[in-house]
C-alpha cells in the first residue's frame, strides 16, 4: 500500500459528461501529480500541484482541470469526456525535500468513456 | 514530448538469469533518471534511481547503469524471479523547480518457467 487512496476505482460515463477523480496524498505529502495512462502512450505527465499550488503542467487537455485543497487531496476534472479519454488515470504524491525521484501512485482510476 | 523511451516493448527471461532493461533519453539537462515498475493493476513503483553524475548505482539484486555519451541508461536484474514480471518505466526528473517526473513507454518483462 503506497498511501495514496484514489477514487472512485472505475468510472463508466457517457461522451460529452463530465467526472472528478479524488487524490488523497500520503500523509505530509506536499506535492500531488496526475498523469493519465493508455495502452499505447505510456504514463502521460498531465499536472502537478504543491501545496496547493500549481507547480508544473504537461500535456493536459484544456477540457481537463484539477485543483489542490488546502487538506491538500487534489481533484482531476475531465469534461466533454470524448472516447479517446479512456484510460487509467494515476495520482501520485511526494515529499518535497530534495530533487524528486520517489513519488508514490495510487491505484488509479480506470475511466471508460462509452 | 517525451524525452525518454525503451528500446524493446517486451523481454523475456528465463527465472534464475539476469534481466537487462534499456531506455534511451535525448534531454542531456536531466539531473536524475529513474526506474519503476509497474506490477498488473497496480500503479507504478519507485525502483532506483541515478544523478547524471553518476555511471553506476546498485540495489538490493538491481544495477542501473548510465552512459551519457550514448544518452542511454539500463536496469539490470539479477537472478529474475517470478516477482519481477512487471512492466518497467525509465523515466527523469530534470531537476527543475517544478519537479516532474517524465516516463517513457516501458518494457513488460516476461519470467519463463
Known amino acids: 500500500d503506497s498511501g495514496v487512496t484514489q477514487t472512485p476505482k472505475h468510472l463508466i460515463t457517457a461522451t460529452g459528461q463530465r467526472v472528478t477523480l479524488r487524490c488523497s496524498p500520503r500523509?505530509?505529502?506536499?506535492?500531488v501529480y496526475w498523469y493519465q495512462q493508455s495502452l499505447d502512450q505510456g504514463l502521460q505527465f498531465l499536472i502537478q500541484?504543491?501545496?496547493?499550488?500549481?507547480?508544473a503542467k504537461g500535456n493536459i487537455l484544456e477540457r481537463f482541470s484539477a485543483q489542490q485543497f488546502p487538506d491538500l487531496h487534489s481533484e482531476l476534472n475531465l469534461s466533454s469526456l470524448e472516447l479517446g479519454d479512456s484510460a487509467l488515470y494515476f495520482c501520485?504524491?511526494?515529499?518535497?525535500?530534495?530533487?524528486?525521484?520517489?513519488?508514490?501512485f495510487g491505484q488509479g482510476t480506470r475511466l471508460t468513456v462509452v | 514530448g517525451e524525452s525518454v523511451g525503451l528500446h524493446l516493448p517486451t523481454l523475456s527471461v528465463q527465472e534464475g538469469d539476469n534481466s537487462i532493461i534499456n531506455c534511451a533519453y535525448s534531454?542531456?539537462?536531466?539531473?536524475?533518471f529513474i526506474w519503476y515498475k509497474q506490477e498488473s493493476g497496480k500503479g507504478p513503483q519507485f525502483i532506483i534511481d541515478?544523478?547524471?553524475?553518476?555511471d553506476k548505482r546498485q540495489g538490493q539484486r538491481v544495477t542501473v547503469l548510465l552512459n551519457k555519451t550514448v544518452k542511454h541508461l539500463s536496469l539490470q536484474i539479477a537472478a529474475t524471479q517470478p516477482g519481477d514480471s512487471a512492466v518497467y518505466f525509465c523515466?527523469?526528473?530534470?531537476?527543475?523547480?517544478?519537479?516532474?517526473?517524465?516516463f517513457g513507454k516501458g518494457t513488460r518483462l516476461h519470467i519463463l518457467p
Open positions: 501520485a504524491s511526494s515529499s518535497r525535500d530534495r530533487v524528486v525521484t520517489e513519488a508514490f
Open positions: 500523509s505530509g505529502d506536499l506535492s
Open positions: 500541484y504543491y501545496n496547493g499550488e500549481e507547480r
Open positions: 534531454n542531456s539537462a536531466s539531473d536524475y
Open positions: 541515478i544523478r547524471s553524475n553518476m
Open positions: 523515466a527523469e526528473n530534470q531537476g527543475n523547480r517544478d519537479d516532474k517526473i517524465i
